[in-house]
Every structure is written in C-alpha cells, then in structure tokens.
C-alpha cells in the first residue's frame, strides 16, 4: 500500500501534509504498540529470562531472532496486525463521518 | 456387577505398590503434597483412593478408559440405588467419554435422563465437588470395563490373570467406596448417603462451600509443610510481584511432576490452589477481585456525572468567583465518556492479564468476557458521542463568525462616529478622541485577524474534522494495547526490561510497522510512546474543534499584541457569543485551559499558555469509585515557589528512574506529569522527528533545567505527591 493509497484508505485526503505526516506517525505508533502486546501475550517468562540475558549483552539482533523465532511468521504476523488496525480505523472513520453527516448514532466496533 | 462395599464411608483399603516405577511416582505426588499419606496408588494406570482430593487420578488410565464405551450396569449407592443399562452421559471432564449412569429411584419416576447423575464428595456439595467425583467414578467404570475386557480375553488364551483381578479389585473397591457418597441426580438435587433423601442443591450448597474447601485443604499436606500458598498470599498482600511469581513457579513446577495427572486436572488443581490463596490473603484488594464489576461502576458513575453535570476539572477554578465556566452539553459528555471508556480500558486491561494468569479459573475468563463487553460498551458509547462534539464545535464556529462580524460592524459604526465627530470640528478638533479612535483601530485590527481565522478555519474544516475522527480513533485504540502492556509490565517484572529495551531501541524491526515503512514515510518506530495530540500541536491542527483552538488562538493574539483590559472584554465576549449556552469566561487563559482539556484535548493540555508541543496519551486514574478529572494546567504561585525539589538519579533516563523507583510506567502516568499543579513545567522534544524524550524542566522558583537529575527530582515530587 503506497502512502497514498494510505491516505484514502484512513479518509484523511483533506488533511493538510503536515497533520497527515503526524497522524501516519501516530497510526505507525498503533500498530506498534498493538504488535508488542500481541508479542507479549507470547512471551513465557522462561522465554523473558532469555530475553532478558540477550538483552544484559545488549546483542540487538539475538533479541530480535529470538522474539521472531517465537512466531511461524513474525513478519506475516505483524502485517496482519498492521492491516487489522488499518482496516478498523478507516471502518470505524466512515462510521462517525456518516453519523455525523446524517446526524445518527455510528455504528462502530473494536477488535479486541 | 459386585458391589461388596455399598455402605461404606471410610476410604478404601489402601492397595500397595507394585513397582520401583510406581514407588517414584508416589513420592513425586507425595513430595507435591498432594495425597494423603495413608492413601497409595497401585499401578500407573490407576485413579487415586483418596476420598478427599481428586488431584491423583492416573492420566493414562483416563485415557485407556476414556476409548473403552460403557455397556454395563454400574451400581450407584447402597440398597437403595440400583444401576440400570446405560442411559445418561456425563460430560463433565475433558477428554473423557460420557459414564453411563441411572437409578432405580429415577427409573421409577420415569423422568427423562437429561442431566447426567452427578456425585459429590461428602465434604463438598458443590458442582465443583461433583465433577470432581464423578469423573473419579467414570475413569473407575471404564478401567474396570477395561480390565474385564483384558482378563476375559486373556483367560481365553490360558494367561495368568491374577494381578489384573488384583488390579481390577482395587478398582471395585474404589467405584463401590464412591458409589456410597453423596450424589446429584438429574435434576440436580443431592442424595444424602446417609439418609437416602434428595433435597434441592442450592440448600446444601452455600453453607457447605466454604467448609468443604478447608477441609480439603486441610488434607494437603503442600499447605503445612512449607506454607508455600502462605507465603504467597503474603507476597500478593505486599504487592511482592517477584516473590508471588516465584512462588507460583515453584507451585506449578510440583503440578507439573505429576506424571499421573493430565492437563485438564493440572489446570482444575491450580485454579483451585489460587483460589485457597485469595482465602489467605490479609488484603485482598477490591479491585483485584471484582475488576470489571469496579470497572463497569465506575464507568457508569462517570458517565452519569458527565450526563448530569459539568465537570470539575479543578475545584479551584469552580470554587472561584472569577471561574465561572460552563461547557457544551455534548463535550462535556465526550469528556466524561472518554473517562468512562478509560476506566473500561483499564477493567479491560487488568481482566486481561487476570485470565491469563497460571491459575486462573473459570471466574477470570468470566470476568475478562465481561470486561471486553463492558469496553465495546464504552468504547460505542464514546464514539457516538463525537459526531455531537463536532456539531457543537460547528457551531461554536458559526457563533463565533456571527460575534465577530457583529464586532467589526459595531467598531466601524462607533469609528464612524468619532471621524464624524472628528472631521467635524475641522480645524477647531483638539484630539480629544484620538485614543479611542486608536483602540478602537487596534479591536478593530484584532477582530479582523480573528475574521480571517474563523475563515480559515471554514476552509479547513473538512481536513480538521477527518483528523479529529482519526486521532480520536487512534488513540482509542493505541491506549487498549497500551494498557494492556502497562498492566503485563506491572503484572510481570520480568517484561519491565524487555519493553524498555523495544522502547530505548526503535529502530528495532520488531516494532516497526512493516507495510508502514515500506510505505516511506516512517522513519523510526514509536512504540509505547505517546501519540501527538493533534489539538494542540503548533497552531492547531484540528483547526478549531472545539472552544480550545479558539480560546487558544485569541489567547495568543493578546499576549502578541499587548491588548488593553478593555480589549480583554471584548474577547470574553467573543467567547461568550462563540458558545452561547456555555461559556462565561472571566479570563481567557484559565477558560481556555479548561475548555480546551474538556473540548479538545481529553485530559491532556501541555502547558497551554506556553504553547508547547504536548503529546497525548491515556490518563491512569485511581481503583476508587470517584473519577478523576485531569487538572486544568493552572498556576499557583503562592505554592509554587516553596517546592522543594532536588535532583535525584542523574544518571538514569526519567522513564527508568520511574520504573526503577516504583513509580510506574511513565508513558501512562504522562498526563499526571504534565498536568500538574505545581507549575512544573516539561518541555519533550516531541514525537516529529524527536524521541519523545523530556528534554527540559522548569521549576518555579529554580529555574529550568536540562539535567536528568532535575527532570528525575521533578517526577518524583509530582508522581510521588510532592514529596
């Protein structure tokens, strides 16, 4: 998805380029923050015993294997989370715009 | 079928062990204390005989009987119950196939089987006591059918049978021992042995409960010996998160030796064993243990206070003659939703971790379903809220076009006047009207400016409202995964390091968003920062909605232009006439600080006067039934200038130095921060580029400060109550 395409997607077209730069920065820190918890849920505590020794010899990478070597797919994992946040923030966007054009009550969800 | 020994009430003749194998095997389940000395198992394929616990139930037995279909008669209770052929299914044990039971009593009344019969222990009337002894007498009946099935089959081919009969003896002794307890019948009313009467259940279950539980505990010898589940609630009781979990380990490590119990019990056995715990406890805390029904409470106290009136940000202002605010219905509304949806978060967040715990129970999954119903609640209702907020801010728009323009024709009539007045004296004018014809030049100068604002912001309205949609949406949701992190960090000091080191790293990949930076636009990942508040970054992104960006701007031109008192009036006016039915503001800047953190920013206002660039983020809020209400950032300046405040732990960044001194996760505590009423004042390098580090601390009275050890001594007096 071009940022564009992310542009539509999130109904932010009439956004100036400065707010739409922050508000991508704030969708990235979403899906960030939503992969962590996900992540989280994963992690046993011998799993953040380990993780905490990769962490005392600061070896970044080894971190980072270790977590995705948690997952089938970390990768796969994580665009799915991504494309989740995305998707629900631009359905739950046309729900309150249309509310608010036809003076309704949204329809909204959240994913939990 | 035999039943040698209907009446009996005392435990089974004890059946000796056989092999080395089974001889370890007990002194594992000896050693995890969880049966009775006097009571010893026969082979590896067998159910305990202990008529008190149902902990030792041999896996593999289960297994074996669990292939092998009912068929057969199976007496239930002495004389007075009969087995019939099979008529009913008991399903009430994982992994187990359904125990074929009936009664002559039930046959006789001719009811339909659609509950199964369920026994109980003597000790314990409970459903949870039945299940338990039930799925002891199906593993029973399907070993015992199992082993006749063997022995016929093997005297069929001339083989020694008799350690099976021995086997298959201990296993009627067992089955007849718990055919002679108390039981369930269909319609769930409990058989006393002893009488042979039925009564309804729920009259033996409440009185029952709780004394059956300690009996049974009593029986164990894991609560006496090291007092492990002792020192646990001690542990929880002091909030000792390192110690309760180091415990629970250790607990779980003895469940787990048991070779003999499946998983299904595992789980059943810690459950249990977490509940005796919370028996314990000194200081069970409220919301411990009713997080969600607190949750749901309190959510529905905020809501109906923000319904029913305004809300006090600050008392002070509320309590002062030259404060009297009053907001728009629908913002208000919005603010105290989001309060609500907050603490739902919060519910949610804790019912979360509790459900995932290693012993949790049936109660926790509960009340996590209830808490993730109660969040969508709240999450709807907050949502549904906004599309009002935004027509009260159009309006407060329109209102504010309408006063404007009724300004600027007022000044033109009144400048009319005095050059009228002027010109006509012609040469004999002494310029006594110059100064108002100045000051009205100068109003007429500011209410021009401000035209041009409220048209900008006509011309951006659409891309205002599309951002406020979206960061309202964002930060919902971010705030869901954010507590949900802050509560696992506080839950399990083991991921304390782990998030800091994602946090102090971002340009690990593992936070980045993949399809996020492959678009290009994002250069380092933000996890678990706070997000930017649109609202009041520089001039006002959301363009207006609200009072706040009004209130702002004009807050601004003054402080820009050095407007006189009288000046001051007309931009009370103005403000006034912008939201008819709400505000009365006696200054601006208090008015806007207030309006703003309920119309615009939530609970957040970085410093508004200051203008600078805030981030928002969740508001933490205390377990107690009253909400909180973030402070509008006011000085106070009598107090403000006697802060002791010393620097502390320079050599630490603020989010370890809080997390370090208990102070919690910073991120989440932000809006105690940086709506604080002492006047101490943050300055972060923002999120656009910056880290969303504190750069900067002012201090009243001090001074500012870039320093760790200041900006650590100021979070600690803020964070730790002024102290």
Do not use: C
């Amino acid at each position: 998805m071009t940022t564009e395409e992310l542009i539509q997607k999130l109904g932010i077209d009439k956004v100036d380029p400065e707010t739409q730069k922050l508000l991508l920065d704030n969708l990235a820190n979403v899906v960030a923050t939503r992969v962590m918890a996900k992540v989280s849920e994963r992690l046993s505590d011998e799993d953040l015993d380990q993780l905490n020794t990769l962490i005392d010899q600061n070896d970044e990478g080894a971190v980072e294997w270790f977590v995705k070597s948690k997952f089938e797919n970390y990768d796969e994992f994580a665009a799915k989370i991504e494309e989740e946040v995305i998707e629900e923030l631009a359905e739950n966007k046309r729900a309150l715009e249309k509310a608010y054009e036809n003076g309704e009550s949204p329809a909204t969800s959240l994913n939990l | 079928m035999e039943n040698n020994n209907s009446n009996n009430q005392e435990p089974i003749p004890q059946i000796v062990n056989e092999t080395n194998q089974e001889d370890q095997r007990l002194q594992s389940t000896e050693e995890l204390g969880l049966v009775p000395s006097s009571i010893q198992d026969n082979t590896a394929s067998e159910v305990e005989h202990n008529p008190v616990d149902d902990f030792n139930m041999d896996a593999e037995a289960i297994k074996q009987v669990n292939e092998t279909e009912v068929q057969e008669e199976i007496p239930l209770a002495p004389e007075t119950v009969e087995t019939t052929a099979p008529s009913q299914q008991v399903d009430t044990f994982p992994d187990t196939k359904p125990v074929a039971v009936s009664t002559e009593m039930e046959m006789n009344q001719s009811v339909e089987a659609e509950k199964p019969n369920q026994l109980v222990t003597e000790n314990n009337s409970t459903g949870e006591g039945s299940i338990i002894v039930n799925d002891l007498l199906g593993a029973t009946t399907r070993q015992i059918e199992r082993l006749e099935d063997k022995i016929a089959t093997e005297k069929g081919w001339g083989e020694d049978v008799s350690k099976l009969e021995e086997e298959l003896k201990g296993h009627r002794d067992m089955r007849d021992y718990l055919l002679g307890r108390d039981y369930l019948d269909k319609r769930d009313n409990v058989r006393d042995a002893s009488t042979g009467q039925f009564k309804a259940r729920e009259d033996t279950n409440n009185s029952d409960e709780a004394d059956s539980n300690d009996q049974a505990y009593e029986n164990l010898p894991l609560l006496k010996e090291d007092g492990l589940l002792d020192k646990w609630a001690d542990a929880e009781d002091h909030n000792d998160k390192t110690a309760a979990l180091d415990i629970q380990d250790e607990i779980f490590k003895r469940i787990e030796k048991e070779n003999g119990m499946d998983e299904a019990r595992k789980l059943q056995l810690i459950d249990i064993v977490d509940k005796e715990m919370n028996k314990r406890r000194r200081n069970v805390p409220e919301q411990l243990e009713t997080a969600t029904d607190e949750s749901s409470q309190n959510a529905e106290e905020i809501e109906k206070q923000g319904n029913d009136q305004p809300v006090n940000e600050n008392p002070e202002v509320e309590n002062s003659d030259e404060q009297e605010i009053q907001v728009p219905e629908a913002p208000e509304m919005e603010a105290n939703r989001r309060l609500a949806l907050d603490k739902a978060i919060e519910g949610y967040a804790k019912a979360k971790l509790h459900a995932e715990r290693l012993f949790s129970g049936k109660k926790d999954k509960i009340e996590f379903d209830s808490a993730a119903a109660i969040l969508k609640t709240k999450f709807n209702e907050y949502m549904a809220v906004i599309p009002e907020t935004m027509r009260v801010a159009d309006q407060a728009l329109a209102n504010a076009r309408e006063a404007n323009s009724a300004e600027i024709s007022e000044i033109d009539q009144q400048l009319s006047e005095l050059n009228n007045r002027k010109n006509s004296a012609g040469e004999q004018y002494d310029g006594s009207l110059d100064s108002q014809i100045n000051d009205l030049q100068a109003k007429l100068e500011l209410a021009n400016d401000t035209k041009k604002g409220i048209d900008n912001e006509y011309e951006q309205r659409e891309g205002a409202r599309q951002a406020y949609l979206q960061s309202r949406l964002m930060e919902t949701s971010k705030n869901i995964s954010q507590a949900v992190i802050d509560e696992r960090i506080r839950s399990n000091p083991r991921m304390t390091k782990f998030m800091g080191f994602l946090r102090s790293h971002p340009k690990t990949r593992l936070a980045v968003s993949i399809g996020l930076t492959a678009a290009g636009f994002v250069g380092a990942s933000t996890f678990d920062a706070p997000l930017v508040a649109l609202a009041t970054v520089g001039k006002g992104l959301l363009r207006g909605y609200g009072s706040y960006d009004l209130v702002q701007q004009l807050g601004e031109r003054k402080a820009a232009k050095n407007v006189s008192q009288s000046e001051l009036k007309t931009i009370d006016d103005y403000l006034a006439s912008s939201s008819k039915e709400a505000a009365t503001l006696r200054n601006y800047k208090r008015g806007g600080a207030v309006i703003g953190s309920i119309l615009a920013v939530g609970p957040i206002a970085w410093s508004l006067a200051e203008g600078h660039a805030p981030t928002l983020n969740r508001p933490t809020h205390s377990s107690g039934t009253h909400p909180e209400h973030a402070p509008a950032p006011i000085e106070h300046p009598s107090t403000t200038s006697t802060l002791d405040i010393r620097p502390v732990d320079g050599n630490t960044l603020p989010w370890d130095y809080a997390m370090n001194s208990h102070l919690g996760n910073l991120s989440s505590r932000l809006p105690e921060l940086i709506n604080n009423h002492y006047g101490i004042h943050f300055v972060g390098n923002g999120l656009s580029g910056g880290q969303g580090a504190i750069e900067s601390v002012t201090i009243p009275g001090q001074g500012t400060f870039t320093d760790l050890g200041h900006i650590n001594g100021a979070i600690q007096f803020i964070l730790g109550g002024g102290k």
